[in-house]
């Protein structure tokens, strides 16, 4: 799980990569072959439009999980908007689960959000803004999955890192992402020496109309 103001963490060391490269090459796929079946129940494919609905849904219950659910003002048209427009400023998988094979009902169960950026230290990265699958789904490799999407995402795009935060007193999931391979930026003491600032709407707004 990720939210805003927590901690920070590094990339994949180097070795990961070399492993998720030769894993990527052995899973290397279509779109098609990509949206087959995980395990017997669930699909992991790229979000469609359509799935804006229950994807902020998920935003709200994961903020909400972390106290941060009176800061989530994202709205289902927002997020179409956002990342299915012409310009796209989010990417998405979501876990799409089918009751049963000989129905046509499906369920949103758990999405990984993300988005690219560049560092003037390394390169390109990925940022994965929000990872979640609905407690009832947990403990059966969805979430192993869908990390492991998000790493031929990043080595098919050459990036140098995935960065993500998670709240502090969350030891469970920062224990799943460090079994992983991720490591805590914020014990090394890289992150110590700096402040993160932000500018909200009417701070831009102000900024942008002084005259120079």
């Not at 030769?22 to 098609?32: G, I, P, V």
């Not at 930026?185 to 402040?195: A, I, N, Q």
């Amino acid at each position: 799980q990720t939210g805003c103001d927590h901690w920070l963490f590094r990339p994949f060391p180097q070795r990961l990569w070399k492993i998720l490269s030769r894993l990527y090459a052995f899973l290397e796929m279509s779109d098609k072959e990509l949206n087959s079946p995980s395990s017997p129940g669930y699909v992991i494919r790229k979000a469609r439009a359509e799935d804006c609905g229950e994807i902020a849904k998920m935003i709200k219950e994961l903020a909400e999980h972390d106290g941060l659910g009176h800061k989530v003002f994202i709205t289902e048209n927002k997020l179409r908007e956002d990342g299915f427009g012409e310009t796209p400023y989010f990417h998405c998988f979501v876990v799409e689960r089918t009751s049963d094979s000989s129905l046509e009902s499906t369920q949103i169960i758990g999405y990984a959000m993300y988005f690219f950026m560049y560092c003037t230290f390394v390169g390109r990265l990925l940022f994965l803004e929000d990872f979640y699958v609905y407690p009832q789904f947990r403990g059966s490799g969805i979430g192993t999955e869908l990390m492991v999407k998000l790493a031929q995402v990043g080595v098919d795009r050459k990036c140098t890192k995935i960065e993500f935060i998670v709240h502090e007193g969350n030891s469970r999931v920062r224990g799943f992402y460090e079994k992983l391979g991720a490591v805590n930026s914020t014990v090394e003491g890289d992150w110590r020496r700096f402040y993160w600032y932000k500018f909200d709407v009417p701070a831009m707004e102000k900024l942008a109309s002084r005259q120079s």
